[in-house]
């Protein structure tokens, strides 16, 4: 059961205009959401995050909406660069059955062409 | 430079041989996880630990072990290693903080990517 959903395994994005990254959860416990960003041959890193508190964190090229009534994040990068081409990672934080989780979802390949 | 390291990167053995991937980290950092990469399931956690001699059961348990005996390392072991673990392999880290591990930035290793034959 993928309580952390990425349906989009690919996105391609032109160098300069927006990328819009979704990520769908399930669990209404889950209070706060993290982006992971990964190049080949390397671990993921962190990239922003955002608390159930808000809807918008802004970071930068970066900014993430949070939707808690539709269960619903992404991860906007305006402008897009060539650099930004990696695998996206949506994470998602809470108690759950009386334990701290933290579940990833799918990923997200994301290629920015020049 | 604060960083999370696994050794080996790559790896191909065959079934049944033990093998370990070693993870150690240098930021002092109370949680230690580690978890497999599989394409189109994304990073699903193995193992984790809260502290010294303290760990305990992810999503995917089956077919691995973990031992925590200092706070710098997290050895994964695989007793009898077979086919079906072939993946990418990360370890993380993190402090607790104070709302706990969730709440905090996860520092990952480059990853171990081993094939099982």
């Known amino acids: 059961d993928q309580q952390v959903k990425q349906n989009s395994p690919s996105l391609s994005v032109q160098e300069g205009r927006i990328s819009i990254l979704n990520c769908d959860y399930t669990n209404s416990m889950f209070d706060y959401f993290l982006w992971y960003k990964k190049y080949p041959a390397e671990g993921p890193t962190f990239l922003i995050s955002?608390?159930?508190?808000?809807d918008k964190n802004e970071d930068g090229r970066f900014t993430v909406f949070l939707n808690k009534s539709a269960k619903h994040l992404s991860l906007h990068i305006v402008p897009s660069q060539p650099g930004d081409s990696a695998v996206y990672f949506c994470?998602?934080?809470?108690?759950?059955?009386?334990?701290?989780?933290?579940?990833f979802g799918q990923g997200t390949r994301l290629t920015i062409n020049p | 430079e604060a960083q999370v390291t696994q050794n080996p990167r790559y790896l191909i053995t065959v079934t049944g041989k033990k093998l370990t991937v070693t993870c150690s980290q240098n930021m002092n950092h109370e949680y230690m996880s580690w978890y497999r990469q599989d394409p189109g399931l994304g990073l699903r956690q193995i193992y984790y630990?809260?502290?010294?001699?303290?760990?305990d059961k992810g999503d995917v348990p089956e077919g691995y072990k973990v031992s925590r005996k200092e706070k710098r390392n997290f050895p994964l072991i695989l007793e009898s290693p077979s086919p079906n673990q072939t993946s990418l392999y990360f370890c993380?880290?993190?402090?607790?903080?104070?709302?706990?591990?969730?709440?905090?930035?996860?520092?990952f290793g480059p990853g171990t990517r081993l094939t099982v034959l």
């Open positions: 955002i608390s159930s508190i808000k």
């Open positions: 994470a998602a934080s809470g108690p759950l059955g009386g334990a701290q989780k933290l579940v």
């Open positions: 993380a880290s993190s402090p607790l903080g104070e709302r706990g591990f969730s709440y905090n930035e996860q520092f």
């Open positions: 630990s809260m502290n010294v001699e303290v760990t």
